[in-house]
Each structure stands twice: as structure tokens, then as C-alpha cells.
């Protein structure tokens, strides 16, 4: 079993960003948002930690709906409970013939499917480091599939914070020492490379991450 540590991480953002633009560094706004993030993330939850990151949030001008924004952005971290279980748990119950998981989508799925997936490249992205999630996930129950796009599309259809922080924000996320999530990891990268954004603001964001609060329980 490969660990991933932070070293890890910090090397893939090293050789994927080589050769890439520095960049200008985070303003003073986007800094305290992705600090936000990854203060407000499930893995390093800390309530005194929490309260400096929202009040630094607001005094380099944040909004009300941009610190929510953020907030609805990391919330759904636990979406990669269903990310990595999904192919885990329709493999055990093809195994015991409970699920037919090479039947043809019915009717339902494929409209599902094609609503929600289709040709969208950043769900190409991410089907491409975790390979059959998703279909796994609708055939394991349509509910849960449709819930799953729909919480995630909330901080990316509201859209105050624009795309480029929302990606460093995630990022941060996902290489936070807690939580290390590298298939996340490297679809937020890759979608900020994407973006335009430099060498500068990417390193900064990991570097905020490492930053980040250790969990040591929630009160």
C-alpha cells in the first residue's frame, strides 16, 4: 500500500507545475479564503482555529455568501467516503450475487447518467483517478447519485468566489495532513494549472495547507 504523505504531494505539485508560469501570489482575500478552507475542512475542524479564519476572512473582505460559499465547498469532503467505496462495495456484492453490475443502465440510470455526467470534463477528470466511481455509485442507488451531483454543484453554481480560489481551496483540502486525498488532490491541481494560475499561488496553497490545524476533536 503506497502512503501519501506531504512530501509525496508537494513533489507531484513540484513536477506538474514545472515549467509553468510563477504567477502572481494569492491577494490578501483569496490567502484568507483557501486558509478558510482548509481551517473549515471535516479533518482539521478545530472551533477556536475556525473562529480566527472567519474573522480574518472578513477583515480582508469577504462577504457573508463568499465565507458560506467556502464553507458548502469543503462541506462536501465527505463525498469521498462514496468516491473511493463505491467500486468497493459493487465489487463485494457482485462477488455475492446481489448486484448484476453488468447489466445495461436502464432507463432511469442513462437519463441520470446523462444529465449529470455526460461528456462534463471535469467528471472526466476525476473518472480518470478513480476509475468507475461514479457508475458504480448510480448503480448502487440512483438516490444517493443524484444527491451526491447536487450538493456539489451548490458552491460552483452560487459562484461569489471565483473558480480559481474554489480550486486552490480544494486543493489545500486535499493535501491538508489529515486527510492527504491524492486523486482530489490532483483534479484540483490539474483544473488550476488549467486556469492560468501560477506556480506561486498553487505552492502558496499548499503551504496554507500544511498550515493547517491538527484535528483534535471537536467540542
Avoid at 507531484?12 to 501570489?25: H, K, R, S, V, Y
Avoid at 446523462?114 to 468507475?132: I, Q
Wanted: aromatic share 6%; with cysteine; hydrophobic share 50%.
Amino acid at each position: 500500500m503506497t502512503i501519501v504523505s506531504i512530501e509525496n504531494l508537494r513533489a507531484e505539485a513540484t513536477e506538474l507545475t514545472n515549467g509553468i508560469a510563477e504567477g502572481d501570489p494569492l491577494d490578501p482575500l483569496g490567502a484568507a479564503l483557501v486558509a478558510l478552507a482548509a481551517t473549515a475542512s471535516v479533518t482539521a475542524l478545530d472551533r477556536a482555529a475556525l473562529a480566527t479564519a472567519i474573522d480574518r476572512s472578513f477583515a480582508a473582505g469577504a462577504s457573508v455568501a463568499q465565507v458560506q460559499e467556502i464553507m458548502a465547498l469543503v462541506s462536501a469532503l465527505g463525498v469521498h467516503t462514496l468516491m473511493i467505496s463505491a467500486t468497493m462495495v459493487l465489487d463485494a456484492a457482485r462477488a455475492r450475487g446481489l448486484v448484476d453490475a453488468t447489466a445495461p443502465l436502464d432507463a432511469e440510470q442513462q437519463a441520470l447518467w446523462d444529465r449529470h455526467v455526460g461528456n462534463d470534463p471535469f467528471w472526466t477528470g476525476f473518472s480518470a483517478e478513480l476509475p468507475g466511481f461514479l457508475e458504480a455509485m448510480l448503480r448502487l442507488s440512483p438516490d444517493i447519485f443524484t444527491g451526491f451531483f447536487e450538493y456539489c454543484a451548490i458552491p460552483w453554481r452560487s459562484g461569489t468566489v471565483r473558480a480559481r480560489i474554489k480550486e486552490l481551496a480544494a486543493l489545500a483540502c486535499d493535501a491538508a495532513p489529515s486527510h492527504r486525498f491524492r486523486p482530489g488532490f490532483r483534479v484540483h491541481l490539474k483544473n488550476a494549472i488549467a486556469l492560468g494560475i501560477g506556480r506561486s499561488a498553487i505552492m502558496q496553497a499548499l503551504d496554507i495547507a500544511a498550515a493547517a490545524p491538527e484535528h483534535r476533536g471537536t467540542d
